[in-house]
């Protein structure tokens, strides 16, 4: 089993700047993919970025330009740099691993942008 810890999230004003971290419990399968997804009240949750071991990355068409995920392999960690964030970037967003078959979530770190 892996648990994914979650933080960096909070309060920001619009145009500002928040970086997210998500460091998994245990070392995981060399072969894999760590992400995030965001889940606004009442909405579906979404996939936000993504990156895999080999280096591809998928992003949202609404955070293009803006975010930007990365990952430290040696510590098990992704991270999500977000600029120029929106209102309507406000949501618990949750760290997502897919590794060996199996995938894991993490709690989940609200970030909130006002206008």
């Known amino acids: 089993q892996v648990q994914l810890v979650e933080s960096g999230g909070g309060l920001v004003q619009a145009g500002g700047s928040l970086r997210l971290s998500c460091a998994a419990s245990?070392?995981?399968?060399?072969?894999?993919?760590m992400g995030w997804y965001r889940q606004a009240p009442g909405n579906q949750r979404e996939l936000v970025a993504t990156?895999?071991?080999?280096?591809?990355?998928n992003y949202a068409d609404s955070v293009k330009g803006r975010f930007t995920i990365s990952r430290d392999n040696a510590k098990n960690t992704v991270y999500l740099q977000m600029n120029s964030l929106k209102p309507e970037d406000t949501a618990a967003y949750y760290c997502n691993l897919l590794t060996g078959g199996s995938q894991y979530w993490g709690q989940g770190t609200q970030v909130t942008v006002s206008s």
């Open positions: 245990r070392r995981i399968f060399r072969i894999n993919t």
């Open positions: 990156l895999n071991t080999y280096g591809s990355t």
